[in-house]
């Protein structure tokens, strides 16, 4: 390899050498950001950091604002409804009728700790309702915590790498998935996390109708609620709204949460909406876990209960001003967010001029959004190899091989954490290992 890096070479190989990692390509998320902290400090150099998904931009003031007013209120004394306080569930139904084109009732509408508990609590929930249906289906590529959420509880799991099913084809797959009776749910972020893509209305109709079909629960993780920035969702009550399989089933579950769309990660308070007919449907299943045998009942006094009683107090009343601030039209949350999909566009060019692909690339016959998060190759190099190289290039990113992708070679990148002032340092890093690295 050649050693004139724009990192210290030598710096690099010591502290490599000094965490005792035999590959840093086969290393976890938090080990490569534990080693890139340490090049860090030893070197002086900032990294482009792309590993992590965390939010890049202050939190919404109108959140925080509200928070301090309800702190200073009291009600950090009060134990909140486990179900979540009335005006946060009347705000989420308004928001899902006016972003969404979905009816649903106030009662279905529930805050939990993070959209990370939510879905927690759905697959455990969701599993229990039915002898034998026990199984959570992962449409992936996807979010690797999801299934450990699964692992910690027990409850199996099968998953499959969607995007040599786009389209029509997406029917027999997902059927072939379906058909044994098995699944009590499936689970996928739209857009997606790590892919970016973001499933057409073809395909979220086939979602919803085998769903349907085999009586399986959609769980719809809108982490990055309106971000396909392709079009505009920031008009409340306009289309066109976030696309959803709410208008192809009501089996559904969603998971819509507080950390990107308003940058409220810090506060973990995102929210559940349950479709109303699942939130009423009554099983004998439920009897042997649950004092109640409705869905809606056992989620709310069995699961959550069980789990935390219910989200802190005062992020509900940050997370109520956000909602009505941006359903009364006074806060357009899509125009602070929009500011993920430009620096993509501009750093998915940088990238391209240097020789690597974009791995995942379209949505069925329309190039993809730009984004929160994109996918990179270079061609000859597995992903592992990669992250190994770009550790010495001033770059991290994390393998889409721990994210269920079939597409190995590939790496997620996060625009996030990148400051639009070390686009310089990008450029000439990326520069540099086309040049290090000349294809054949
Ligand atoms: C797809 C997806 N789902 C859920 C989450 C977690 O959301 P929350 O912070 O609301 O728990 C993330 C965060 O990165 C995500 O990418």
Sequence with gaps: MRKDTPINFAEVEKQIELMNLDSVGKSSIRLVKRLVDNIEEATGERYVRMEMGIPGLPPSKIGVEAEIEALQKGVAAIYPDIDGIKPLKNEIARFVKLFMNTTVSPKSCIPTVGSMQGSFAAFATLTRMYPGKD?????????????????????????????????????????????????????????????????????????????TKYNVVVMEDLAYFGMDFRKDFSKPGEPPFQP???????????????????????????????????????????????????????????????????????????????????????????????????????????????????????????????????????????????????VYYGISAISLAITGSERTEGLRACVSLVSRDQFPDLEYRLKKFHEHHPMG
């Design 135 to 211: 199984t959570i289906l992962f449409l992936d590529p996807g979010f690797p915590v999801h299934k450990q959420q699964c692992r910690v509880q027990g409850i199996p799991f099968d998953a499959f790498d969607v995007y040599n099913y786009r389209g029509e084809k997406l029917r027999e797959k997902l059927e072939s998935h379906l058909a044994s009776g098995k699944v009590a749910g499936m689970l996928y972020s739209n857009p997606n996390n790590p892919s970016w893509i973001c499933f057409t209305e073809t395909e979220l109709k086939i979602i919803g109708e085998l769903a």
């Design 244 to 390: 959803s399989v709410t208008q192809y089933t009501d089996n559904y579950i969603l998971f819509i949460s507080s950390s990107k769309l308003f940058s409220y990660a810090g506060q973990r308070i995102g929210m559940m909406v349950i479709s109303d007919k699942l939130f009423e449907t009554r099983t004998e299943g439920f009897c042997r876990y649950y004092n109640s045998d409705m869905f809606g009942r056992a989620m709310v006094f069995g699961t959550i209960y069980a789990l935390s009683s219910g989200t802190s107090h005062s992020a509900q009343y940050a997370l109520t001003a956000m909602l009505k601030a941006a359903n009364d039209g006074s806060f357009n949350f899509w125009e602070v967010v929009k500011e993920y999909g430009e620096k993509a566009k501009i750093m998915k060019k940088m990238f391209a001029g240097n020789g690597f692909k974009i791995v995942y690339d379209m949505d069925e016959d329309q190039p993809l959004a730009d984004g929160f998060f994109f996918t990179i190759s270079y061609p000859g190099m597995s992903g592992e190899d990669l992250i190994e190289k770009f």
